[in-house]
């Protein structure tokens, strides 16, 4: 029960933070900015064929849907580090844990909170986004709910990192970092998918580290698998390998699995640096 009122209190707290209105607004000025985006492209299928439009729209798609990953990102990662380290710094903390309260329920609460409101804001976000997408250019993706389970993993996945860093650092310094990796592994992904393209293995292989040692990347390409029309994607061949927006395979069981372990190690390492803070 502590865990799940830790959870409620965490979101009460999420909604009354003004970076909560910064994701708001950017997410409305990327909504209408993609809006706007995909009726123009629309009006240009007539000179194409019904697969290149079809493969147009998932690249299109893709390249919206990682704007709203970013901006998942940055809301989590600066509502995880204030959520911890802002009640060490504040002494908040030591008022709540002078009581018979366990330190590792307090973070496994805040952590669910977190994942609630991340998963929540990818959920309505994406599907308002498919919802402008069908609206203007009649494309629907075809694994919907895969594709948003994967993204809020991705959100997970960032914000259990900005818990462990806000345990050690400053709040405004987690997000910093959390943010930085969280692009810098991307970065990485593109450059391993080029290398694979180009049959240059020791430049594939760094995506590959990069997308085990923190799993946001893979998670992503995995959504983006999700959310493009595989079939016509098949039908142009190699030529599209290496792009940044298209992704040629689906995650496997094992990745998944091992995303899953990354969390559970990461929080774990969480709840031990919490344990040895000193309020």
């Not at 194409?48 to 940055?74: D, P």
């Not at 629907?140 to 948003?148: D, K, M, Q, S």
């Not at 900005?162 to 810098?184: D, Q, R």
């Not at 995506?207 to 959310?227: C, E, K, N, Q």
């Amino acid at each position: 029960m502590t865990v799940l009122t830790v959870a409620r209190l965490t979101l009460k707290e999420a909604a009354r933070r003004r970076v909560l209105r910064a994701v708001g607004g950017l997410t409305l000025a990327l909504l209408a900015l993609s809006a706007w985006g995909f009726s123009r492209i629309g009006a240009e299928f007539d000179s194409l064929t019904s697969g290149e439009a079809r493969l147009v729209s998932s690249q299109v798609l893709n390249l919206v849907m990682f704007g709203l990953s970013m901006i998942a990102a940055l809301g989590t990662a600066f509502l995880a580090g204030p959520t911890l380290a802002g009640e060490l710094e504040s002494g908040m903390a030591l008022a709540v844990l002078a009581r018979p309260i366990r330190r590792s329920s307090v973070l496994l609460g805040k952590w669910l909170g977190l994942v609630a409101f991340g998963s929540g804001f990818v959920v309505v976000a994406g599907l308002t986004q498919f919802l402008v997408v069908k609206l203007t250019v009649d494309y629907w993706p075809p694994h919907p709910v895969a594709g948003l389970a994967l993204l809020a993993a991705q959100t997970a996945v960032l914000l259990t990192l900005g818990l462990l860093l806000s345990t050690v650092i400053s709040p405004m310094a987690s997000g910093i970092v959390a943010v930085g990796l969280f692009c810098a592994t991307w970065v990485a992904g593109v450059v391993g998918g080029l290398g694979a393209a180009l049959g240059n293995d020791s430049v594939a292989r760094v995506g590959t580290v990069s997308r085990m040692l923190l799993p946001t990347d893979g998670l992503w390409r995995g959504a983006m698998y999700a959310f493009q029309d595989s079939a016509v994607l098949a039908q142009f061949g190699a030529q599209m390998d290496g792009f940044p927006f298209l992704s040629m395979a689906p995650l496997t069981g094992t990745y998944l699995a091992w995303a899953g372990v990354w969390i559970v190690l990461v929080l774990g390492l969480a709840g031990v640096a919490f344990q040895r803070r000193d309020l």
